[in-house]
Each structure stands twice: as C-alpha cells, then as structure tokens.
C-alpha cells in the first residue's frame, strides 16, 4: 500500500532533503509541499496519510495541532519540545476525533546520533562527570540543540537511577555562562560555526579516565533513512511516540 506524504516546511534546508528521499523511497509518494503561509487543512495536505514536519520550534505544536485536526498522522523532526508541549500533543491525541491518530517527535533520525544517545546514557552511570558539546551550522535558529537537550536528559536520567548525586564542580564565579547551559545538572556547550552540518561529542570523565562518544552527520542524507522509516511505521504507533529509538528496539 503506497503512504501518501505532505511535508511541511517543503522549502527548508531539511523538508527539501525530506521532498527528495520521499520521492526516492519505495512505496512512499509525496502529494503535498507546505511552507510558511500554506494552511494545514484537508484541502491543501491533498489525501495525505502522514504529514512531515520540519519547521522552526516556535510553530511546530500548533502545526502537530492542525495537523491532527486535518486527520493525519504527523511525524516532527522539529526541536523545541519540552513536557508540556508533548502533554498538550497527548491531551489532543486522547480526544475522541483523534483516537487511533499517531504523532511520533524525534531530535534527530541519524543512526549515528541515536545510538550515541543511547551509549552516553548506558555509559553515564560509571562515570562521575558528563558534559555534551554540540556543535552546529550557524544558521541554525535554537540552542541548545534538541538532540542536546535529550542526550543531557538521558545522562541525567541513567545517572539518577544509579543513584549518583551532582558531578564534581568546584566553579564559584561564572557572571558570563561560561560553564554553558545546565539540562537537569547535565552541562551542554553550544558551538555554532560556519562549515559544520550537526554533530555532537558527549565527555565522560573519571579520575584518570575519559570515555568521548562523537557523533558527526557531514550531510542532511544521514537524517534520511529515519525519516522514512518513521514515515513507514509512525500510522502502527497510536499514540505519543518521543524519539526514533522507540521504532529501533535499543
Ligand atoms: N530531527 C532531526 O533529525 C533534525 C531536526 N532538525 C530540526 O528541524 C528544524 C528545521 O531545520 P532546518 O530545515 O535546518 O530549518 P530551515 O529554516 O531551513 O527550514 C524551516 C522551514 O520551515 C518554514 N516555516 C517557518 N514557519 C512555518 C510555518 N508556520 N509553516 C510552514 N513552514 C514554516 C521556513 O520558512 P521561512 O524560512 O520562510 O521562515 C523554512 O522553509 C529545526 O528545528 C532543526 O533543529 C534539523 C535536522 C535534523
Ligand atoms: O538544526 C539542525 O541542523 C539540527 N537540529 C536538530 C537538533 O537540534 O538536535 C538535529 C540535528 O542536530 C540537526
């Protein structure tokens, strides 16, 4: 059965890339191309069963929204999310209109940063310290990252669960934030320069002994395969779907 696609965010740096390898992948057709100023209705997703969204974080939950009024399922690669705007996706998803509807959000579809994802939080229970570095192309319009923010917020889940108490930090002084933002007492340093796609370096340190997990997407191609994988399975995922390792049994 063919899944017809409507991206949103069509003329961006990431919904072209998701135009081209919806056009490219097997059974997965593309019926509409939506960016700023397209209404998210019945009439302009034009039969769509699955709507992409790539967008910026200040209009995506009201995208996921209209969406899931206009009766499709949505997968987000958007960033910006936090609790209560999953709870408010959750809140409509629980409606009566909405039931059986499927929205699957996730920080990053590259392989390569999902599994550093998941070895930094297999790995930050052994480890005293843990900082994440992301580094990224200028024009990128948030920081910290998504994938930032979720990878400090499996670290400090892991290292909770462990047990483990704050990390070792003797700064006293800091008036300018040169010790970066702090994600559930997870420290996370932003780096935006010209040359660099998205990638990511999570440090782990002990006495004596450091563990560095790097993850580097050159090209928008490496997001590809699990974008259409999410669009492939997102309609077999009632429900709230955070994160694509969710589809990948890690
Ligand atoms: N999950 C993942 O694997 C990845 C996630 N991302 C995330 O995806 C998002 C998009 O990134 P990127 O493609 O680089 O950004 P771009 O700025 O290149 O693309 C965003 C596009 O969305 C358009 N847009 C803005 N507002 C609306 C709206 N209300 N309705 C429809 N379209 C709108 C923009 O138009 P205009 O420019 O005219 O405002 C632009 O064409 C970011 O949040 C980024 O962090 C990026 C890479 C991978
Ligand atoms: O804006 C980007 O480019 C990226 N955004 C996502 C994020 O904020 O984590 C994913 C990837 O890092 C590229």
């Known amino acids: 059965m063919t899944i017809r696609v409507a991206v949103v965010g069509a003329a961006g740096r990431m ?7 919806v056009q490219d992948a097997k059974g997965l057709e593309l019926v509409a191309r939506l960016d700023v100023g397209d209404t998210l209705d019945a009439e302009h997703l034009a039969g769509a069963d699955v709507a ?6 200040s209009v995506t939950e009201a995208n996921v929204h209209s969406l899931l009024d206009a009766g499709v399922d949505v997968v987000v690669g958007t960033t910006g999310w936090n609790e209560e705007s999953y709870g408010r ?7 009566p209109e909405a039931a059986g509807r499927s929205v699957l959000i996730a920080p990053n579809f590259a392989l390569s940063a999902v599994l550093a994802m998941s070895f930094a939080a297999k790995a930050a229970p052994y480890f005293e310290s843990a900082e994440v570095i992301e580094l990224h192309h200028p024009n990128k319009v948030d920081a910290p990252s998504g994938t930032a923010v979720a990878t400090a917020q499996g670290i400090a889940a892991a290292r909770a669960e462990a047990g483990l108490g704050a990390m070792p930090d003797a700064t006293q002084t800091d008036p300018d934030g040169a010790r970066g933002a702090v994600v559930d007492g997870v420290h996370v340093h932003a780096v935006r ?7 990511e370096e999570v440090v782990l340190g002990n006495p004596g002994e450091q563990l ?3 993850t580097d997407s050159f090209d928008r191609a ?3 395969p699990g974008v259409v994988l999410a669009v492939r399975q997102v309609s077999s995922h009632p429900g709230l779907t955070i994160g694509l390792d ?5």
């Not at 919904?15 to 390898?21: E, K």
């Not at 320069?193 to 990638?199: E, K, N």
């Open 222 to 224: 490496s997001f590809m």
């Open 15 to 21: 919904g072209s890339t998701v135009c081209q390898a």
């Open 212 to 214: 560095t997990i790097r």
């Open 89 to 95: 996706v959750r809140e409509h998803l629980a409606r």
């Open 246 to 250: 969710a589809l990948l049994d890690l």
């Open 193 to 199: 320069l010209r040359g660099l796609t998205a990638h």
């Open 52 to 57: 992409v969204d790539f967008t910026v974080p």
